[in-house]
Nanobody, 120 residues
């Protein structure tokens, strides 16, 4: 299972970006999928997750500003980020708990990050 994230970039404070992450490969099922981020000098932190039935969870710092969604048919997860702040600047990583087609148990997968920079 491979995860490919895209959509990062440079944006001014108050602006918006939409991140996408496509899962590819032999996939039996994707359970939870979501986004983490890591700012310079800080630990990686959870941003938002969504389960296979659409239940969402957000870090308090992004509630009301970010929206996570998924397209199960396309194995894609999105993160709509509105009202961006300079403190949202980080590398954003896609993460999935998925069962590969050749297996019967879930594994944890990470994609390469996409950089989001919010200028003040």
């Amino acid at each position: 299972v491979q995860l490919q994230a895209s959509g990062g970039g440079l944006v001014q404070a108050g602006g918006c970006l939409r991140l996408s992450c496509v899962a590819s490969g032999s996939i039996l099922r994707i359970n939870g999928i979501g986004w983490f981020r890591q700012a310079p000098g800080k630990q990686r932190e959870l941003v938002a997750t969504i389960t296979s039935i659409g239940t969402t969870s957000y870090d308090d710092s992004v509630k009301g500003r970010f929206t996570i969604s998924r397209d199960n048919a396309e194995n894609t997860v999105y993160l709509q980020m509105n009202s961006l702040k300079p403190e949202d600047t980080a590398v954003y990583y896609c993460n999935a708990i998925a069962i590969p087609g050749s297996d019967s148990q879930p594994y944890n997968y990470w994609g390469r990050g996409t950089l989001v920079t919010v200028s003040s």
